[in-house]
């Protein structure tokens, strides 16, 4: 296999968790269809797990591994596994998911193949365990969007997705500073701001193995992420300061409802020297978070809330947050 054949790079982040992430290599070397390298990034794992994952990657040559020997984040991460490789195609796997089966990449190929306006594609995604929608997942916005049916999104989900190579890189890949959440939405804003579009395509699928309780753990940093991360995006996008101080309070209200205010003011105080710093970025860097008409009017049309009052908005945030532990 040389390197001109490569269709498709599947890139996979590493941290520890090595049962899961050799399920998730073996996986992605069964793929037939197409022809594909799997490029894993190790974030620090501890040794011992580090030399059980390069010992299973000892017999397949498609599978190269880097390691970085410290935890870059998602954002990070996924940068640097996508910069091996020099395929059209990236399509990340998380290390805790497995493809439905073999024909996946060759499907995801297709539909990249057919449509060239598509910069990216999410993958459904399924409960590893239940085989039903993984509903901790899904984080499309519409009242009408429905796991077997495709659409037109904003967005695609970290778990599986695939993304045009060229796209990627007109954009400048992922925002480093953001390390965790957020990081998916924020790229694909930046390429519908370029004419591309998105799309949803459940004939292209994964598992994902999503705790037996579906609990997530906002109180341990999740939440911290999340609030920093929207308020520093919102930042970057043009939202004045009006907004971005309401978007704060509204976060705090969230927080203060599920026990967790004190996340959230950690979040908000943690944005500002990033808000800081982005302010000083090159403004080549900054001009490319200005949304034009175009991009507005297809964001706006497929995110129905951001026409909702200021009534409905705060409601929304007395909402107990989805899965608390």
């Known amino acids: 296999m040389t390197q001109s054949s490569v269709q498709v790079d599947v890139i996979v982040l590493s941290w520890n968790r090595v049962d899961d992430t050799i399920a998730a290599i073996a996986s992605a070397h069964e793929q037939v269809g197409v022809e594909h390298r799997i490029l894993i990034v190790d974030q620090g794992s501890e040794p011992d797990n580090l030399a059980r994952l390069e010992a299973f990657l000892a017999d397949k040559p498609r599978a190269v591994l880097r390691k970085l020997g410290r935890n870059l984040g998602v954002a ?6 996508t910069a091996m490789g020099d395929a059209p195609y990236v399509v990340a796997l998380d290390s805790d998911a497995e493809f439905s089966d073999p024909h996946q990449l060759a499907r995801a190929v297709e539909v990249m193949d057919r449509d060239h306006r598509l910069a ?3 993958f459904r995604i399924d409960n590893f365990f239940t085989g039903s929608n ?3 997942s899904w984080d499309y916005p519409g009242p009408g969007n429905r796991p077997e049916a495709r659409f037109s999104t904003t967005r695609f989900i970290g778990a599986g997705h695939c993304i045009r190579r060229s796209a990627f890189e007109s954009v400048g890949g992922y925002d480093e500073r953001l ?7 924020d790229l694909a804003y930046r390429m519908i701001n ?5 799309d949803y ?4 699928a994964i598992r994902h193995k999503v705790s037996p309780e579906h609990r997530v753990f906002w109180g341990k940093g999740r939440y911290f992420y999340t609030v920093r991360n929207s308020l520093y995006s919102k930042y970057k996008y043009g939202a004045p300061l009006g907004k971005l101080a309401l978007a704060a309070c509204a976060y705090v209200m969230k927080g203060f409802s599920n026990g967790i205010a004190w996340e ?6 943690a944005a500002i020297p990033m808000c800081r710093a982005f302010a000083r970025d090159p403004e080549p860097v900054r001009r490319a978070y200005r949304l034009n008409s175009a991009a507005m ?4 049309a497929r995110e129905p809330w951001r026409n909702d009052g200021m009534v409905q908005k705060l409601q929304r945030q007395l909402i107990r947050l989805p899965h608390q532990g």
């Open 76 to 81: 990070g991460g996924r940068n640097a596994a």
């Open 120 to 122: 990216a594609i999410g």
């Open 134 to 136: 993984d509903d901790t």
């Open 179 to 185: 390390f965790f959440c957020c990081e998916e939405i």
């Open 194 to 198: 370029l004419g591309m579009r998105i």
């Open 201 to 204: 395509v459940p004939d292209v």
């Open 264 to 269: 959230a003011v950690r979040g908000i105080r």
């Open 297 to 300: 009017s297809y964001i706006e």
